[in-house]
């Protein structure tokens, strides 16, 4: 299944028997403000599943601002909002796919490959005219069973041990300037881990608001890389949600999407003996 979806092809499929879209609209800034949006207006049949609430573990003051959430919890609310084994799963957000890409990378995580994100999300949807409800539906409660792959993790005692014995290389997802410490508003530290490249997420779009076609993500991608394979990447951002973006960009190009650090510089940062650097990216 292709990681992303169309307006188009959405609109084509909606009613479709197993079909299960989720609202993943989110603002780190207003916390509510994604489940507003979702109670005013959204696409029809679309249920809500909220970053903080849902898609996060409970917070422990550690375990940065979205740690990942426990299997079986996650697994019970997937289920209470109907989505079981063989859904096919949308999700979509407005902010450019980033919060529609943790759900997609979480039910990856679980073992449920049949997700993708709404290309352009709910503005391309917007812009197209296409139909939108304020009725919530009422999904019937389905078993989802998690079969999750942990392959796909690294905790922070792994970043810990890889500074000294280098074996993968960290690419953070946040913008240039939070990557150096400037402007940073969201973690109580400015910086990056030692060693981390630089791939602004937000780089994976084109002016419409949509993916960077395949062929492009592919080289730009490849040039950011350089030397270094895709496998060997650990994926991270502030809080392990932008940095998702960059591995469905990933795979969009064809490329493997690499593992993530879910505490990311959150969780690292909560940690005054854990080493922070201010130079700019290198091989990026």
């Known amino acids: ?10 609109q084509a499929s909606l009613g479709t028997p197993g079909l299960v879209v989720v609202d993943c609209r989110h603002d780190l800034a207003d916390p509510q403000a994604g489940r507003a949006a979702y ?3 959204h696409i029809p049949g679309a249920v809500f599943l909220h970053l903080d609430d849902d898609l996060s573990a409970p917070l422990t003051g550690t375990n940065g601002r979205h740690p990942q959430p426990d299997a079986t919890v996650l697994a019970q609310k997937l289920g209470a909002v109907g989505i079981g084994n063989a859904s096919h799963v949308v999700a979509y957000d407005a902010a450019g796919g980033p919060f529609a890409a943790r759900l997609w990378w979480l039910l990856r995580w679980l073992g449920h490959e049949a997700v993708q994100v709404l290309d352009g999300g709910w503005p391309a949807w917007q812009a197209a005219g296409a139909e939108v409800s304020a009725a919530q539906p009422v999904p019937l409660p389905v078993r989802f069973t998690a079969t999750p792959d942990d392959a796909r993790v690294v905790r922070v005692t792994e970043v810990e041990a890889n500074l000294a014995n280098p074996q993968f290389t960290l ?3 946040r913008s240039g300037e939070r990557f150096v410490g400037i402007g940073e508003t969201k973690d109580p530290v400015g910086g990056h881990i030692p060693g981390a490249r ?9 002016a419409d608001g949509r993916f960077k076609p395949a062929a492009q993500l592919r080289d730009e991608w490849l040039a950011v890389l350089g030397d270094l394979a895709p496998e060997n990447i650990v994926h991270q951002c502030g809080s392990g949600v932008t940095a998702c973006h960059n591995q469905l960009a990933l795979t969009v190009a064809g ?28 091989g990026a």
């Open 39 to 41: 109670a005013a207006s």
């Open 198 to 206: 630089n791939r602004f997420c937000m780089q994976n779009l084109g």
């Open 171 to 173: 690419l953070d997802a």
């Open 255 to 282: 490329l493997p999407a690499g593992r993530l650090y879910v505490g990311s510089w959150s969780e690292w940062c909560s940690d005054p003996a854990r080493p922070v650097s201010t130079e700019p990216a290198s």
């Open 1 to 10: 299944m292709h990681p992303l979806i169309s307006v188009a092809e959405l």
